[in-house]
């Protein structure tokens, strides 16, 4: 029995698992991966799919395979599938053996650092077997040197050696923690801080979480040089981050692009591993590609077609008239987005310019508009897996791809909008939760 069945997983969605964001990362380095329309992805170790369920009931022409050696987390991953009605999701238990590719998009959120080593090359192998020509493979892993000093904490918790189930395992774990906690004197220099920051972190994480990262046999971090390094050996190359800040690009901030080169040297994975150092990173989602394509920055030319969404520059002061305005038709947009193509005369020189924006968090770029309602929605509709999920006490799925915690009025309210009619004593909840991005307006 594998211990995700005696201690699972909360499975939620991960927007920059979507292949609307894949996509759009890839265009960026000149990879042009499969529209996202009806695609096929591929999750390894999908647990009880709440990942790949969202993103099925969102894309229905598309189809999703997920595999996972548990089966209660598969078991309970159906289930879901069915509930909400997705007949485009097919679950496996056991490994990627039992698949047949190609895979347009292939994912391994939260898996490869907490398998053994060789079970690790085995499902990039896998992955990338199945990988289809432009295909994009998003593979999250823990990292030194951040893990460095989080291992001080597991390695204490591994020494400490508690016994029993996992769920009496967790408990005596947890407890121990806070006599460790109560205990280390507060002129505890380095070592206080390093306990403090896990103590809050754990504080704060459900206890699969706390399982799985510090209680399981493995957790393997890697330095990223070594993680590039194994999958250019298996046949695949880095192109990015999923996470549009975490990869430091010329195009996007040409001076710390710069300040790093000046130690790092040319090479892009020196660059990264550089920057990992400057950031004492713990954790990586990376996009992997095969390896005859060329890793390259494109120009705004090549990306007029790609979606953005804005909620407004916030506090930035936007200098440029054209980019200021664009940021003001996407922010009374949201939480839709428009074509770069349809926001100024000159689209090419939009999209360089909103370059730096989309790494500082300020734009989104997507493949597709997602055709949400801000306002004025006559027959509110929200998907059946966010009806369903708002039923129970969890996060709820948006039209984002995001997990979302609504108040109890908001659920009540939610449940309903199924695209007949709305009383008009609901409509300030309504507007909230199509801001929220949960609503179209008319049924799919
Ligand atoms: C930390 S959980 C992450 C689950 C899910 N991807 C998520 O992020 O919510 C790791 C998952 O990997 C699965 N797993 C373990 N070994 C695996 C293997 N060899 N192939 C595929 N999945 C595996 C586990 O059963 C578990 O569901």
Redesign the pocket.
Known sequence: M?T?DAVP????P?PRTHPDHLHAMARLFGVRAASVTACRVL?????SA??LVGMAVDLPEATFVG????EG?IARGRALAEAVGSTNVTLHVG??DAVDGPFDYVIA???LS??APE?RR??LEQGRARLSQNGVFYASYNVFPGWHLRCAVRGMLQQHGSEGDPTARLRDARTFLDWLSARVGRDGGAFRAVLDEEVERLAGADDAYFF?EHLEEHNHPLWFRDFAAEARELGLQWLCEADPAATVRARAAPRAFEALRAVAGDDPISIEQHFDFLRGRSFRASLLVHLEHVRREVSGEELVDLVAASRGPGDLWIEDATLAEALARLSSRWPDGAPIAELSDDPAALADALAPLHAAGVVELRARVLGLAGEGLERPWASPLARLQARGPARVTNLRHEPIDLSADERAVLVRLDATAVPAADEAIVRRLAQLAFLRDGPR
């Open positions: 594998s995700y997983y909360t499975s939620l991960y999750e390894i170790g999908c647990g709440g990942n595999v996972d050696p548990s987390e490994s990627v959120h939260g898996v907490w398998v079970v085995a499902i799985h």
